[in-house]
């Protein structure tokens, strides 16, 4: 087997396994990630570093821009397109002096609202969202919960109506189709230099709805509020846990002296924040997303406006008629569907105390940790 057979077999093995990730390290066998668990695949032996450079080379094949940032600056992230088969987003690093690979499978299929896990009372409420012509939708979470896939079905379901959508991403992961609207994808260090660059210079193609793949500096923030006070709905991303981290965490990336007026902007702007995670299946396999969701209410937006966050999560339960639901509620709602076992739920909850009133089950179950990698079979 060629280095390049070797290198297809294991992105299929990935597709096959429908793994989230495949990572390839020097001194570890080839290992991808299941349902949150790592597995080693079958038959492969340990990775030596002249393996793991022929598969940089390899998949850097059709970004040579990035070679000379790659060989000599440890590392560049950048889209990778298998065959017809799917595409992955690719992250290449060096560690104790070798190259390593992290492989990000991007699915071809975009999934609908309830296959993502959103509940069904909750759909009508979020279409209605995304039907708004301008605003501010934040979906929110740590690396690998689903955001990007998220963020896919939103615009899938946008483009259903006859908008432009502009996306800017780092790089491009779901291609959408145009369906009955436009849709211009736009790939960072590609086709434009920056974030803000792209929202600044991408309103002169008049879209209708700009997808800010990551706010990671104030130029892109600064560039995200103004595109949503402008007359756009925009939808962003942030690696945060909640909605009241979410809001701190947006109005901190601005200087001390001007937050108070960027706290009554971005209060006038939000839409919702939506904070993920993903949570095993009951049936043991396969994963699901649970969301704290926050609409932005009349008392949401005050809230912000008066710097009083520490009291949003009590304004989340009392907005539920709103569409608002924090993510203790969504766990004992999925629980009660039976989505998941008690033992996620649980294990998943910010108050397990509360989760366990939620639930109305007073016996705390047991829950394993830390299980080794092993090998798929």
């Avoid at 396994?17 to 790592?38: E, F």
């Avoid at 821009?65 to 397109?81: W, Y």
């Avoid at 609908?112 to 969202?129: R, T, Y």
């Avoid at 230099?193 to 997808?211: D, H, Q, Y």
């Amino acid at each position: 087997m060629t280095d390049t057979e070797f290198f297809d077999y294991l992105l299929d093995e990935c597709i096959k396994y429908r793994a989230s990730d495949l990572h390839l390290t020097v001194g570890r066998p080839p290992t991808l990630r299941v349902d949150g668990k790592l597995y080693h695949v079958e038959k492969t032996q340990v990775l030596t570093p002249d393996v793991t450079v022929k598969f940089k080379d390899i998949s850097t094949q059709n970004v040579k821009h990035l070679r000379a940032q790659i060989n000599d600056g440890g590392g560049g992230d950048f889209g990778l397109s298998y065959k017809d088969k799917a595409r992955f987003r690719v992250a290449i690093y060096k560690q104790k002096g070798h190259f390593g690979l992290a492989l990000r499978l991007i699915p071809k299929h975009i999934m609908e609202f309830e296959e993502l896990g959103l509940l069904p009372h909750l759909i009508p409420k979020i279409k209605n969202l995304l039907d708004r012509s301008h605003g501010l939708i934040l979906v929110t979470g740590p690396t690998g919960c689903g955001k990007s896939t998220t963020q896919a079905t939103f615009i899938d379901y946008i483009l259903e109506s006859p908008r432009h959508v502009l996306t800017i991403e780092d790089p491009i992961e779901f291609i959408h189709d145009h369906k009955n609207g436009l849709v211009t994808q736009r790939e960072v260090g590609i086709d434009v230099s920056s974030f803000r660059e792209a929202i600044m210079k991408g309103l002169r193609s008049n879209p209708n709805v700009i997808l800010v793949g990551e706010i990671r500096d104030l130029a892109t923030a600064e560039a995200t509020v103004w595109a949503a006070e402008s007359g756009h709905l925009v939808i962003g991303t942030l690696h945060t846990t909640n909605a009241s981290e979410t809001i701190t965490r947006f109005i901190d990336i601005f200087p001390p002296e001007i937050r108070d007026q960027i706290r009554i902007q971005f209060s006038i702007s939000i839409l919702a924040v939506f904070s993920q995670r993903l949570l095993i299946k009951a049936e043991g396999k396969g994963r699901i997303a649970g969301f704290e969701i926050m609409m932005a209410t009349a008392a949401v937006r005050n809230m912000i406006r008066e710097r009083k966050i520490e009291h949003l999560p009590s304004a989340i339960q009392t907005g539920q008629s709103e569409g608002s639901l924090s993510f203790d509620a969504y766990l004992a709602e999925f629980y009660r569907l039976g989505k998941i076992t008690y033992e996620t739920a649980l294990s998943s909850a910010f108050d397990p105390k509360g989760l366990r009133e939620l639930v109305e089950i007073g016996v705390k179950a047991k829950i394993k940790f830390g299980e080794p990698a092993r090998t798929l079979r």
